[in-house]
């Protein structure tokens, strides 16, 4: 089966950048997807298509996707960033998750 | 704009079959893309459970897919899910989605861009 892999937890100060990244083999082949989940909250898809972003969502959210890796990237984070980030992807017809990065803003 | 809501028990019992059904509104299923269940247990990741083609065509997780299924009511524009067989790992929070694709191939983008609010089911005697 395809796995992908998250770190479980990445931390940033506020105004920093914050980078998640997503592993999985010749992912960049693949089309990348990440959401955004807040406590008690339902996903929000915030990058699809590797680096595109859904009507509403803030240019500081950005993506890239090469090699065996994908990255979310969070430019002058804001406390209100502070959430939970899946990937995800497809691979041969099944939808795979990555395990999610809980990001604290300090 | 498009919304879907989830509804079924939120309690079943153990050995049991788990019935959800989502109700769409603001998009007619008949009118094409895939259709989802993911479910999240209590306090861990997501976990895709299974997709549907507006024209009935599913796709299962490989580690589901003996106990579940996905199907269509496109006269109440709503798709179903049921597992059978449940125990308390079947416990969490089940939500359902739309892709917005008509290709599950991977030669085209494959997200999730509207998801229900989410239904909390737990499975007890």
């Known amino acids: 089966s395809y796995d992908l892999t998250q770190p479980p937890s990445v931390s940033v100060s506020p105004g920093q950048t914050a980078s998640i990244t997503c592993s999985g083999e010749k992912l960049g082949d693949k089309y990348a997807s990440w959401y955004q989940q807040m406590p008690g909250q339902s996903p929000v898809l915030v990058i699809y298509q590797d680096s595109k972003r859904p009507s509403g969502i803030p240019e500081r959210f950005s993506g890239s996707n090469s090699g065996n890796t994908a990255t979310l990237t969070i430019s002058g984070t804001q406390a209100v960033d502070e959430a939970d980030y899946y990937c995800?992807?497809?691979?041969?017809?099944?939808?795979?998750f990555g395990g999610g990065t809980k990001l604290t803003v300090l | 704009q498009v919304q879907l809501q989830e509804s079924g028990p939120g309690l079943v019992k153990p050995s049991e079959t788990l019935s959800l059904t989502c109700g769409v509104s603001g998009y007619s299923i008949s009118s094409g893309y895939y259709w989802g269940w993911i479910r999240q247990p209590p306090g861990k990741g997501l976990e895709w459970i299974g997709n549907?083609?507006?024209?009935?065509?599913?796709y299962y997780n490989p580690s589901l897919k003996s106990r579940v299924t996905i199907s269509v009511d496109t006269s109440k524009n709503q798709f179903s899910l049921k597992l059978t067989s449940v125990t308390a790992a079947d416990t969490a929070v089940y939500y359902c989605?739309?892709?917005?694709?008509?290709?599950?191939?991977?030669?085209?983008?494959?997200?999730?861009?509207?998801w229900g609010r989410g239904t909390l089911v737990t499975v007890s005697s």
């Open positions: 989605a739309r892709v917005p694709a008509d290709d599950i191939t991977g030669l085209s983008p494959y997200h999730f861009d509207y």
């Open positions: 549907m083609y507006h024209s009935g065509s599913t």
């Open positions: 995800q992807a497809l691979d041969r017809s099944v939808v795979v």
